[in-house]
């Protein structure tokens, strides 16, 4: 019985330190009233890819939110400014959503607070060796759930 208590224990730490943390991380955005959360998380994997762009398909699959979410997101932020789509030159059926100059001002200008409240809410809380026994164990779940999803 033990077993199953620490396993149900580890699932709803997972979920509850996640659900605070961001719930704090967005506050802080929201004070320094730089962009929210969900808008750092694209531009963050959009500044990070190839060229500042990636497939609509590829967006979906790296941020923490639904399909049909990424794609009304990228709506707005294109209506802001922030993100262009393009045609991929690669391939006519599939669309780019790339980072736009004032996309990559927006992102650089929340990262520090971003950055901030991840070693505020998180890191600091825990040691070196729990930071990298989390990591590990957190990666290999992933890695076990992108061995079978569409690429």
């Given amino acids: 019985m033990g077993d199953i208590d620490d396993r149900v224990a580890a699932w709803r730490g997972v979920l509850m330190a996640q659900h605070r943390v961001v719930r704090a991380i967005e506050a802080d955005l929201a004070a320094a009233g730089v ?3 969900t808008v750092y998380d694209v531009l963050l994997e959009l500044n990070s890819a190839p060229g500042r762009c990636l497939r609509m398909q ?9 399909r049909s979410r990424v794609s ?3 709506d707005d ?6 993100v262009e789509r393009r045609p991929d030159p690669d391939d006519g059926r599939a669309t780019l959503a ?4 004032k996309g990559h001002h927006a992102f650089r200008r929340a990262a520090p607070m971003y950055l901030r409240g991840i070693e505020q809410h ?9 930071r990298r026994t989390i990591a590990r164990g957190l990666q290999r779940v992933v890695d076990h759930h992108d061995q079978g999803a569409p690429r």
Avoid: H, N, W
Wanted: charged share 20%; net charge negative.
């Fill in 77 to 82: 932020l294109e209506a802001d400014g922030l």
């Fill in 58 to 66: 590829q967006l979906g699959q790296r941020v923490v939110l639904s």
């Fill in 122 to 130: 998180f890191t600091a809380l825990l040691t070196d060796d729990e």
């Fill in 35 to 37: 962009i929210p959360l």
């Fill in 72 to 74: 009304r997101l990228v």
């Fill in 98 to 101: 790339c980072l736009t100059p």
